[in-house]
């Protein structure tokens, strides 16, 4: 039999809504007894006896056995779930920031006080990944985990490409459906991406990294050009984390634009869809594809998490406690597309060796390839001189013809 879950929730926003909008259609043994807030002047849709503003009231409650986080404030969080774990309170996050930044310690909270934090809904939305990781492939070798981990920076690089919109406009409908933050950073620059590769990663590698280590370029200096270049290749700009298994003692993670082909399966996911590829070695190639953003899939993962605590579900990571020689690593040779004004930087980056470059007017590209290192020593200077990088392992010994003369600035 399941036991009963009285739950205290933190955050009563898009994916809170959402989670109570589900919940109440089930019948599941599952009751939230208190929300806490932030703003108690906001309008709620329930009745107000049920929120407060403190969250000792949800903490200290001895009839509330689970704690829900889904607010924003990355260290308000920390101390929230850490706390409820300490007290015996098993918990549910959304907080894709927190855990990344925190995971270790986390895990050994978990460990020392025998409590459970899950947390699928922080990564990829409604996608199942963190379970398979844990369960599916707890046995198996991956060669490597890539995919579109961010639902608004999609959604933006659909509107662009597919319908012409411009790049404000896109960003401003991303907000309005509440697929974007108010400060669209951590979206568009990749940060989001990476907090939840570094997550993934611990499950399907057992090797727990900091995400300032993991170099993450994102898609703001993207051009029209860029578009139009991938167009007339017939390939698509998606932004891609990846983890990757280089050799049975390193890994290596990052997050970049990419040119995906039609052959690949991100190259049908648009808008605010998420796709996960898992590589293994032995299940080969599988695919995963839902909504990423918006309250009811994210409220989804994380009623699905609510529920396993039925039954005293716990992460076991697996792939950790193997305790492998596994090292992550930023030494990885990749293939990119540089479009860039500054001759300079080409210099400074250092290609080990050059596939094409192409000069026309005030649209100039090199593709090539790089150390990871020379990206990562250049980052600040790529980003202020409005260069843009894709992981371009698509256009290895392609024909590169020239590029349309643009007619329209689209981005």
């Not at 208190?34 to 329930?46: E, T």
């Not at 020379?374 to 980052?379: D, F, G, K, T, Y």
Request: one cysteine or more; a negative charge; charged letters at 25%.
């Amino acid at each position: 039999m399941s036991k009963k879950l009285n739950i205290g929730l933190f955050g009563f926003g898009v994916v809170g809504q959402g989670l109570y909008d589900i919940i109440k259609t089930k019948h599941l043994n599952i009751e939230i007894v208190k929300f806490a807030i932030k703003d108690p002047n906001k309008k709620r849709s329930l009745p107000a006896h049920l929120f407060t503003t403190d969250k000792e009231e949800l903490l200290n409650n001895p009839e509330i056995n689970t704690i829900v986080e889904l607010i924003n404030d990355t260290e308000a969080a920390f101390e929230i779930v850490s706390r409820a774990l300490k007290s015996g309170k098993n918990v549910v996050s959304a907080s894709k920031k927190m855990i990344a930044l925190h995971l270790d310690e986390l895990i050994e909270i978990q460990h020392q006080y025998g409590t459970s934090l899950l947390y699928e809904g922080a990564v990829c939305g409604s996608i199942p990944i963190i379970r398979n990781l844990e369960e599916y492939y707890d046995n198996e070798l991956l060669h490597s985990i890539s995919g579109i981990f961010n639902g608004s920076s999609n959604y933006i690089l659909s509107k662009g490409f597919i319908e012409g919109l411009d790049y404000d406009s896109a960003l401003k409908q991303a907000q309005d459906l509440g697929f974007a933050e108010t400060d669209p950073t951590s979206d568009v620059g990749g940060f989001d991406a990476k907090y939840k590769l570094v997550i993934a990663a611990a499950h399907a590698y057992g090797v727990v990294v900091q995400p300032d280590e993991v170099f993450n370029l994102g898609i703001q200096n993207l051009a029209a050009a860029d578009l139009q270049y991938a167009r007339e290749k017939n390939l698509k700009i998606k932004l891609v984390p990846v983890a990757k298994e280089l050799d049975d003692r390193n890994v290596a993670l990052f997050v970049l634009p990419k040119f995906v082909n039609d052959k690949e399966f991100l190259y049908n996911v648009e808008y605010e869809y998420n796709g996960v590829t898992v590589q293994a070695a032995f299940a080969d190639q599988q695919f995963f594809f839902g909504k990423g953003a918006g309250g009811h899939p994210t409220g989804s993962a994380v009623l699905s998490d609510i529920a396993a605590l039925r039954y005293n579900y716990q992460y076991e990571y697996k792939k950790a406690k193997e305790k492998t020689d596994l090292n992550f690593t930023n030494n990885i040779e990749l293939t990119i597309y540089l479009r860039y004004d500054d001759e300079e930087l080409v210099e400074a980056l250092n290609f080990e060796h050059i596939n094409e470059r192409y000069y026309s007017g005030s649209y100039k590209f090199v593709i090539g390839k790089i150390n990871l290192q020379n990206l990562i020593a250049n980052q600040h200077r790529i980003f202020e001189s409005k260069a843009f990088v894709a992981f371009a392992d698509q256009l290895t010994g392609v024909s590169l013809a020239s590029v349309t003369k643009q007619t329209a600035e689209v981005f």
